[in-house]
């Protein structure tokens, strides 16, 4: 088990623990939760003993080994295989024991426990760690120099899921992983057999791999069992009655003093004032809980033309060696929402770049709008910001005719305030720095955003207001992402990039999981289908207004929870003798809320026949 008690520590005198305490059993699967900067991974370096601590103690069971990835394996001549499974150390040094002991009872305790630990099998456990995290029998046998440092953080998660240590410890572990990789590893933490704390913004995994969320707020660790989203249920009701008390007691302390203020030079109700004061004085002050900055993300609204925007016959696409993609026949219309299905290597960022107009066709046709203006947005651009120049320099350089004014408002609406605006890049925050790429990318007000891993070094927040300016977006968006959330919420058509072509991918999402899943087996049974024809437009039309009508019953019934949420949040009804009256008004609110599930369900319903009809 892991105890936390009564934590403290400061970092350049400002608290990040006061008094924090928590306890996590043994085998658990844990998220670590917290605003940016609160001090999560600060967390980390403190149980793994990097960071002395200012006041309590953190224990763990005797011999507990801890294990994390710090950073990127080295560039070297050894093979990524054995770099794997030279990261169990006990058995690196049993092995190599083995080969030199002479000792006939030393070589009898070596064979021995190197069969308790399974040592004999290891090379094919390591092996099916790096082809889950996207690395293909060939490439394991490879040396790590071959590799880029994304792809060598990857072999250094590999070691350290080999090494099964009694604790994990994982930094925001899908930052570097493809959808692919990262839905193996969150099939893999499900089954891992000790204790894990994970650090994420990635909410499908926080709701897949963990039963219980370790959340980081005011200096304080609060324990809440259940994945991410019944801790976000659970953290809004109590902030919705926390916030009704504060008011509450807010109105008794105003009559209170009022009483005071009015009688306290009057003779007759001096000792009444005074027993006031007294109360004003014992009555512990409840505080309201902080709202959240608000995240946003404000893309500029492009002109409308005319469709397609994109238009692909027969072309084939490669860089100077054969065609990595041939047979491409696709079109792009300015409402499509696209996301892009592959698994690591089939070619979803060359295709990306075909359409983002860096790379040309070497046969077929390709036909762009003759107005078309393209966003692109890939994950090394943020690594390619001018560290020693500020957000406000790299706009101006782009727009230098616009005056400070506008172009710190663009800033803002990028969630990148005064401050940040005038610090330099490389100081900023991960999330800071893929804010200002996204702005970059999208200032020229473009009719197709391409999306590349948008999400990585953003927050829950941020991550929920990229989904929110996405779908209001009034261009195309193509999407190449690992966070099956904001895929979900944004994507209403899939193309599948295998075996060197795309196709439309006709099932969901959560059939191309289990296809991804499932390995070799998967691809058999979930083959993407031929496209469907297309419905005649009075259907279309029809299908259209059916929508509508759902989205407008969808309206309507939110507006009606957020009155009774006002209600709810009134402190007039939690009132002394009022706790039929708040029954009765939560069991409103619970059948509102059945009722706003079924007025979903019916919603996503029209919306895929809908969908259907159009691909």
Known sequence: MLTISDLSYSVEGRPLFEGASARIPSGHKVGLVGRNGAGKTTLFRLIRGELAIEGGAITLPSRARIGGVAQEVPSSSTSLIDTVLAADAERAALMAESETATDAHRIAEVQARLTDIDAWSAEGRASAILRGLGFTAEEQLRPCSDFSGGWRMRVALAGVLFSQPDLLLLDEPTNYLDLEGALWLENYLQKYPHTV????????????????????????????????????????????????????????????????????????????????????????????????????FTFPTPEELSPPIINIEGAAVGYDGPPVLRRLNLRIDQDDRIAL????????????????????????????????????????????????????????????????????????????????????VGRLSGGQKARLSLLLATIEAPHLLILDEPTNHLDIESREA????????????????????????????????????????????????????????????????????????????????????????????????????????????????????????????AELMDGLDRAEAMWLKAQAKLEASEA
């Not at 860096?358 to 560290?387: M, N, P, T, W």
């Open 197 to 296: 704390i994970i650090i994420s913004h990635d909410r499908e995994l926080l709701n897949r791999s963990v039963g219980a969320i370790l959340h980081l707020e005011e200096r304080k660790l609060t324990l809440w069992q259940g994945p991410y989203d019944t801790f976000a249920r659970s953290r809004a009701e109590q902030r919705m009655v926390q916030t009704a008390e504060a008011k509450k007691q807010d109105a008794r302390r105003a009559h209170l003093q009022s009483f005071v203020d009015r009688f306290k030079a009057k003779a007759s109700k001096a000792r009444q004032a005074q027993s006031r004061v007294k109360m004003l004085e014992k009555m512990t002050p409840i505080t309201a809980p902080q709202d959240a900055a608000k995240h946003v």
């Open 341 to 424: 299905l592959g698994r690591n290597g089939e070619g979803k960022s060359t295709l990306s770049k075909l359409l983002a107009g860096k790379l040309e066709a070497c046969e077929g046709r390709l036909v762009r709008s003759s107005k078309l203006r393209i966003g692109y947005f890939a994950q090394h651009q943020v690594d390619e910001l001018h560290i020693d120049e500020t957000p406000l320099q790299h706009v101006m350089r782009i727009r230098p005719n616009e005056g400070q004014p506008r172009l710190r408002a663009r800033l803002a609406g990028f969630g990148l305030g005064a401050d940040q605006a005038e610090t330099e």
């Open 466 to 589: 990229l989904v929110e300016a996405l779908t209001g977006y009034a261009g195309a968006v193509v999407l190449v992402s690992h966070d099956m959330h904001l895929l979900s919420l944004v994507a209403d058509r899939l193309w599948l990039v295998s075996k060197g072509t795309v196709t439309p991918y006709e099932e969901d999402l959560q059939a191309y999981r289990r296809f991804l899943l499932q390995g070799d087996d998967g691809a058999k049974t979930d083959k993407p289908k031929p496209a469907k024809k297309r419905a005649s437009r009075d259907e279309v039309q029809a299908l259209r207004g059916e929508v509508r009508k759902c989205e407008e019953r969808v309206a309507k019934i939110e507006e009606m929870r957020t009155r009774l949420a006002k209600k709810l949040a009134d402190p007039e009804l939690y009132e002394p003798g009022k706790a039929g009256e708040i029954e009765v008004w939560q069991k409103k609110y």
